[in-house]
């Protein structure tokens, strides 16, 4: 069923994803007001109405288009953490973050998108990154590359001898071991800096504007499609272990996502480093 799936036509599930940024979050960017803004774990941590309202929008056009499937989404996690057993189970999964970026949303700005994964049996098979804000589309299908915007691209090598530029889990949200490993990044020919929003800065590593990502927690929203994003463009990724990145849980943290195998195992080395 999934194969026959991947080897359709998958217009629909872009459609999707940009007909649920349209009708529940763009009118909201700018327009929001306090009482559509919640924090939920912090003041790090927000939800607004347009997360909860195009991830049910998301939830139910994703499981018309792949009937039998299954959604996890943030925050039906939130909700309910029983339903992040399903990356383990034997139904398609649609991994969902309807706002990733939420900070930058509220104030906002336009560094926000909306994440789409497809994943069976713990294995990523396709995504879609949409920056509604810049109506940037980003779909990757394992096997089939990349593309933004329709048109194919490559991660490509950094220069040689060139610093890299790398975004890092942001460090006022880490432990103090997580900091430690983190600040392994801190050293000569590596050129640090917090992460935005997660998805645009994967896009940023697959399109080549920036050499890597570090991050140090594993919510599969957050990093599914970015990472099959860099993968069909080109890139490498792995855990602290040397191990792959799992979306079902238990990595070596913290884990990067590069332009190439040699930058990814600089940036190890250098989290070694600091761990």
């Given at each position: 069923m999934i194969d026959d799936f991947l080897a359709g036509d998958l217009s629909d599930v872009e459609a999707a994803v940009r007909a649920a940024a349209a009708a529940e979050i763009m009118?909201?960017?700018?327009?929001?007001?306090?009482?559509?803004i919640v924090e939920k774990n912090g003041p790090h941590d927000l939800v607004t109405t347009a997360d909860r309202?195009?991830?049910?929008?998301?939830?139910?056009?994703l499981s018309r288009i792949l009937p039998g499937s299954v959604v996890v989404g943030e925050e039906a996690v939130h909700a309910d953490p029983a339903?992040?057993?399903?990356?383990?189970g034997e139904a398609p999964v649609?991994?969902?973050?309807?706002?990733?970026?939420?900070?930058?949303?509220?104030?906002?700005?336009?560094?926000?998108?909306?994440?789409?994964?497809?994943?069976?049996?713990?294995?990523?098979?396709?995504?879609?990154?949409?920056?509604?804000?810049?109506?940037?589309?980003?779909?990757?299908?394992?096997?089939?590359?990349a593309v933004v915007d329709g048109a194919p691209i490559?991660?490509?090598?950094?220069?040689p001898d060139a610093a890299l530029r790398v975004a890092m889990s942001h460090p006022d949200y880490t432990t103090d071991a997580q900091k430690r490993a983190l600040l392994g990044l801190n050293t000569d020919g590596i050129?640090?800096?917090p992460c935005g929003s997660a998805g645009l800065e994967y896009l940023a590593v697959a399109r080549g504007e920036i050499e890597a990502v570090a991050f140090n927690w594993e919510y599969a929203w957050d990093h599914a499609a970015g990472l099959l994003l860099v993968a069909e463009a080109g890139g490498h990724q792995a855990?602290?272990?040397?191990?792959?990145?799992?979306?079902t849980g238990g990595n070596?943290?913290?884990?990067?996502?590069?332009r190439d195998r040699a930058t990814a195992d600089r940036v190890l080395s250098a989290l070694r480093t600091g761990a």
């Open positions: 009118p909201r960017h700018r327009q929001l007001t306090d009482d559509e309202l195009a991830e049910q929008h998301l939830t139910a056009s339903v992040y057993e399903a990356l383990s649609w991994i969902v973050d309807p706002v990733d970026g939420t900070r930058q949303f509220v104030r906002g700005e336009t560094g926000f998108c909306t994440l789409v994964a497809l994943a069976h049996r713990g294995e990523l098979l396709a995504s879609w990154t949409y920056a509604a804000a810049l109506d940037t589309m980003a779909v990757a299908v394992r096997g089939g590359g490559r991660s490509g090598s950094p220069a050129e640090p800096r855990t602290l272990s040397g191990e792959p990145f799992r979306i070596a943290l913290p884990f990067t996502a590069a």
